[in-house]
């Protein structure tokens, strides 16, 4: 394709400036880049050493050209190359770098849009924590594009493997292309997530996520109410004892059992075994017909867990 923009007359004496477009619609991608081929002649015969000034006008601004001025080669051309990071139409004018050594031309040239490509790097923050329910494992995702700088504000959708609870579906990445979601379980094992770029059909699997054996129960305390006061050994009187099991997971310290045992012949306890409430308590009253120092000792999860308390009965 050749245009001129400025019509002269057919004079065998006056050099003439050709161009053809050789590339177009290339990505506006930074590197690819569209191109035309200039020619300077006279007389059908090539100019080697004319110079042409181009202009380009890009609606963006994006629109890159290696130098404003170019030098024909020994076969009067030159091959001026055109990269953009927009996809637009943009025109470029090349005219004499010396007024009216020779005409002008114009073309224009297409820039399509990039077809988004994403590196994506996955790290893992946080892993191998216990499946109680609680703690965390945290993983990111870092999306960079096509020119390896950071995406911002993707919406990326991660969906979690079964058995596992994500703390957030939906991540917008941060100005470091960066987006990152905690997630819990309450089995061990391996788990994985898939992260989508949400509406693009891109799709990253997440493994490696491991999850390990969480003891139910992390601690059992006794607590006694009245050691301000003195508690007679007449039978009537009694010591109460207020239990706590500490959880490491969700709702699983209630309805748990809890073992009474006494280092004492005549002490006795309200009862053996005690249950826990939806909240981990559970309370005992202990009673004694003898005055003396009693060891009150609570036993759960299997012999695990154990408190103990020191009460004293006078006389």
Known sequence: MMNNI???????????????????????????????????????????????????????????????????????????KI?????????IVAAPAISDAFNSTSDTLKFSQVEELYNIQVTTLVNKS?????????????????????????????????????????????????????CTALAEGDYFISA??????????????????????SGLSGYVLNNTLQVSADGVEYWEIVYFLKKSARDINANKEISIVLNSVTAYPSKRTII?????????YVYNTVAESVVVSAYADNDNLVARNKIVFSS
């Not at 170019?70 to 001026?80: I, V």
């Not at 990269?83 to 025109?91: I, M, R, S």
Request: charged letters at 15%.
């Open 6 to 80: 400025v019509s002269r007359a057919d004079n065998e004496s006056v050099m003439k400036l050709t161009s053809a477009i050789h590339v177009n619609n290339s990505p506006a991608n930074g590197t690819d880049y569209n191109a035309i081929l200039f020619a300077v002649t006279r007389n059908e015969v090539p100019c080697p050493g004319q110079f042409i000034h181009f202009s380009v006008y890009s609606p963006s601004g994006n629109a890159t050209l290696p130098s404003p001025y170019a030098e024909t080669d020994s076969n009067g051309n030159f091959l001026l």
């Open 276 to 284: 826990t409430d939806d909240t981990g308590m559970a309370t005992l």
């Open 196 to 217: 989508e770029i949400y509406g693009e059909n891109v799709v990253q699997a997440i493994t490696g996520i491991s999850f390990t054996k969480s003891s139910e129960l």
């Open 130 to 182: 216990a499946a109680d329910g609680t703690s965390q494992n945290k993983v990111q995702l870092k999306i960079n594009n096509a020119l390896n700088k950071p995406v911002t504000n993707k919406l990326v959708q991660f969906l979690p493997s079964t058995g596992l609870t994500l703390r957030d579906r939906f991540v917008l990445t941060d100005s470091d292309g960066v987006a990152a979601v905690s």
């Open 83 to 91: 990269t953009n990071t927009v996809a637009e139409d943009v025109l």
